[in-house]
């Protein structure tokens, strides 16, 4: 919760949505981890049905174990924030988090609609389809609103602080 100078407080929207965005994010590959299989051979395709070691140690508990942390950052970035060298931390992870789902969901989706790759890769259509129309627009989502967490911390840190 933030004190504005009327003396009201809001919370810090959009670090929660950030929070929240990467904790719903990590259940479902906690649910992937665990075994579950809704939406994962549309993501993941032949590594779905397969299931090696590597790629549920890492593919899934371990970017589970991440989104985590991301929901923790989304949580300090909710958070009110002094100007100091931890608040500039954790705002610098915030938008180094918001460059990173953008790039990741904007360069995916370049490529697949400009076919770059061609036949190169073994993406089949139901793949390209669910990719295109909704893990690549979650990434962006989580993208912006890390980017948001990010930007109001910043303008509602020290002293001058504003409303979130």
């Not at 995916?108 to 909704?134: C, F, H, K, M, Y």
């Not at 930007?151 to 602080?161: D, E, H, I, L, T």
């Amino acid at each position: 919760m933030y004190e504005d100078p009327q003396g009201k407080t809001t919370p810090g929207l959009w670090g929660c949505i950030a929070c929240a965005w990467a904790v719903a994010f990590a259940a479902l590959h906690f649910f992937w981890a665990l075994g579950g299989s809704w939406g994962l051979s549309v993501s993941a395709g032949p590594l779905a049905e397969e299931r090696p070691g590597w790629f549920v140690a890492v593919g899934l508990w371990g970017v589970g174990l991440l989104c985590l942390v991301g929901g923790v950052l989304g949580w300090l970035l909710a958070r009110p924030r002094p100007r100091d060298r931890a608040g500039r931390m954790v705002r610098a992870l915030g938008w180094c988090a918001c460059a990173v789902l953008l790039v990741r969901g904007i360069s995916v989706e370049v490529l697949l609609l400009t076919d770059t790759a061609g036949q190169n890769i073994d993406v089949s259509p139901e793949q390209r389809l669910w990719t295109l129309l909704l893990w690549n627009p979650w990434f962006l989502a989580g993208g912006l609103v890390f980017g948001l967490a990010a930007w109001r911390s910043g303008r509602a840190g020290g002293s001058n602080s504003g409303a979130a």
